[in-house]
């Protein structure tokens, strides 16, 4: 394994450098390999940076769930759609330490927080500075989701403890504008730079199969792989189709297109975890080991995501154990 000083030293070209300047000819092309040939890519990439058998285990609460007022196509909390969703209020910090304390004991190493705001303000954003920091003296590693940040916001949140903040793109520059209206890619990006700029890690990724094209999914990794610095962390969802949002219908994916785009994510961005993260219920569990082959090395772990489903944790241990891949510790 390399250290990440050492790549930073190896020439652009090498498989496996940290690049900044990929081009989307560069990531079609890997797109359009035979999926063997962009396995095997991935794996040795994925050897020179981490170890193949190790997964980092990360665990979701919804610490306010509902009545969002952005427009998000996908998003079963949107205030606009009617899904069976109902807007709550942000939990207590003994419901929310009560929950951290039960991943960590499950064998969880990291613990995000989301909420369903557009950004959080006033006294929701004080309490979670205090959730932050219970769940930081816990021992585990802090993760939140809570929409738009100020500069501001993210300096106080870092001081709290916060070691991540996942953000995402969601998709290309291109398509975004069919699936959300309500803020920009710039926002997000903006967003995303205070974060870096306030020293907390950065967790950026989107959704594959909300009826994008192949050339939305490299402009997706395009976009990421040319931030100044790789996110830490790549979340890459599965579309969940969720009765009453606009993407319900969404045709299904060629599932070899979504491990395509894991092993192309795992390429592009070769230091970084990338995480196989909403939509493991509906892939099989051949399809999932194919994904880790590819370079996945971190899942979402515990019985919800944030409205939805994920596998039960039995089965996801059974399933690790059976393809020897032990958790991050
Ligand atoms: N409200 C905050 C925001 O959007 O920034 C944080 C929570 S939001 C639910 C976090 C991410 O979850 C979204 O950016 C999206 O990528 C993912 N997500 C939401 N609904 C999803 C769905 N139905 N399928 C897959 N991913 C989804
Ligand atoms: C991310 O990229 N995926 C997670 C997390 N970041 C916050 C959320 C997935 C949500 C799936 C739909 C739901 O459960 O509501
Ligand atoms: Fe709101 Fe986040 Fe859902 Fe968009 S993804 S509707 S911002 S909760």
Known sequence: MLTHAETRSQPRNLPGAIRHDWTQAEVL??????????LFEAQLIHRRHFDPNVVQLSTLLN?????????????????????????SPL???????????????????????????????????????????????????????????????????RDAGLDYYNHNLDTSPD???DIISTRTYQDRLNTLQHVRDAGIHVCCGGIIGMGETRTD???????????????????????????????AQSPDLDPFEFVRTIAVARIV?????????????????????????AGANSIFYGERLLTTRNPDQERDREMLRRLGIVAET
């Not at 999914?217 to 890459?236: F, K, Q």
Request: proline residues 6%; contains cysteine.
């Open 29 to 38: 092309a890997l797109f359009a390999l035979p999926f063997n040939d962009l």
């Open 63 to 87: 610490i306010k769930s509902g009545g969002c007022p952005e427009d998000c196509a996908y998003c079963p909390q949107s205030a606009r759609y009617h899904t069976d969703v109902e807007a």
């Open 91 to 157: 939990l207590s910090l003994d419901e929310v330490v009560a929950a951290a304390r039960d991943a960590q004991s499950r064998g969880a190493t990291r613990f995000c927080m989301g909420a369903a705001w557009r950004s959080p303000r006033g006294r929701d954003f004080e309490s979670v500075l205090g959730l932050v920091s219970a769940v930081k003296s816990l021992g585990l590693e802090t993760c939140a989701t809570l929409g738009m940040l100020t500069a501001e916001q993210t300096e106080r949140l």
């Open 175 to 177: 398509y975004y504008r």
């Open 217 to 247: 999914r490299a402009g997706l990794l395009l976009t990421l792989a040319n931030l100044p610095r790789h996110p830490e962390s790549v979340p890459i969802n599965m579309l969940v189709r969720v009765e009453g949002t606009p993407l």
């Open 269 to 293: 961005m070769p230091a970084s975890y990338v995480r196989l993260s909403a939509g493991r219920t509906s892939m099989p569990e051949s399809m999932q080991a194919l994904c880790l082959l």
